[in-house]
């Protein structure tokens, strides 16, 4: 079985080092790795050709953004004829036994089967992802994790983002690639899995196959979120999380007719009344009109007397 896993990276090279160095460490060794850079500037390049000469490295103009560069390495992997892509985010990290465990437990649940690991967070490995739905999902708040119990893979209902996630090529040959046009940064991988459970593709989470996943560094933009400027950027940015047009995108293709409305706007309205209360609560002179505001509009209730 050829496998190739994609990391897209684009001037993280200290993550992306981490990254394949665990790649490297790995009990199962019959893989490929295309590192897909999108026009680095840090010297990912020269770095990687030095330290990994293993590594094919494939190149982006700047332009391709996460979704973009995973395609192109999705693209490569069809060159290859190989038989499936681990689509790895260069920030994530595997256990040296996770790449096999994905690639047997694929073997295991058949080939119309998309394979991923749990997911934890440097420095507070008790929280992981084990197949939780997205946070706009209605059951959200309510969800628990079904146990493994003796079986080695889990089929889970809600599909996970691009973290070492094993999909066989002819997934791509039926679905497609990433919709780039619409989902270039974010929620791309999330559409791509949602096309793929439409067109009957299971998902697994393998019991055996865990990852870590680095913190990322907080934007220059987010720094000064609670600004003017800072919420805008927040919610109209490509590269921010927060981005609402891609999410409205997102949400519309994922309910049937308006029903996406329903979810859109509340998100809509949380956002705002965040970011309006943080960019309140950082200028004092305003906090002394706004407490006779509301009192005003909300009379203090009086206390009973005591006598």
Known sequence: MEVLVVIPTFNRWDKACRSIAALGNSDFQAFQVALVEDGCTDGTIEKCESKFPWVH????????????SANMGIRYAIELEADAVILLNDDNIVAPTTVGNLVEGFKRVGPRAIVCARIQIEGNE?????????????????????????????????????QAVLIPVQCFREVGLLDYDNFPMYWADHDFHYRAMRAGFKYFISRDAVIVNLPNEVPREEENLFTIRGAWWFLTNRRSPGNMKTLGRHLKTSFPGKQYLKTFYPILFRRLLWLSYGIVSRKPAIHRPLSLLKRAIVPSKKRPSSD
């Open 57 to 68: 490295i494939l190149h982006g103009n700047g332009e391709l953004w996460w979704s973009g």
């Open 126 to 162: 008790a929280i992981e992802w084990r197949g939780n739905p997205p946070p706009w999902h209605k059951e959200f708040s309510t969800w628990k994790a079904t146990e493994f119990g003796e079986r080695s893979e889990l089929e889970i209902e809600h599909p996970p983002g691009g």
